[in-house]
Nanobody, 115 residues
Framework: QVQLVESGGGLVQPGGSLRLSCAASGSSNRLNVMGWYRQAPGKQRELVARIFSGGRTDYADSVKGRFTISRDNAKNTVSLQMNSLRPEDTAVYYC?????????WGQGTQVTVSS
């Protein structure tokens, strides 16, 4: 069983930055994929960014060039640096990891972009 603890959400003005972090515990194996999803009110949960164990990354088109995902395999952590934030980035952000055939989710952290 993998446990995920997220941190770093909050309120920021448009154009500002936030950094989300997620620490995974409970597994001695390297996690295949680590990533971030988000869900805005009334919308479906969507992929924001993910990073594979070998370093390959995927980003949603809406965040390319503004967000950067990174991971520390030794510590089983994944981070999301979010720059040039927009009001439409407002959502609950969820950490997501895949280990073998299992998928685990964090509890979510609120990101609000507003002046």
């Amino acid at each position: 069983q993998v446990q995920l603890v997220e941190s770093g959400g909050g309120l920021v003005q448009p154009g500002g930055s936030l950094r989300l972090s997620c620490a995974a515990s409970g597994s001695s194996n390297r996690l295949n994929v680590m990533g971030w999803y988000r869900q805005a009110p009334g919308k479906q949960r969507e992929l924001v960014a993910r990073i594979f164990s070998g370093g390959r990354t995927d980003y949603a088109d809406s965040v390319k060039g503004r967000f950067t995902i990174s991971r520390d395999n030794a510590k089983n952590t994944v981070s999301l640096q979010m720059n040039s934030l927009r009001p439409e980035d407002t959502a609950v952000y969820y950490c997501n990891v895949e280990l073998s055939v299992f998928v685990y989710w964090g509890q979510g952290t609120q990101v609000t972009v507003s002046s």
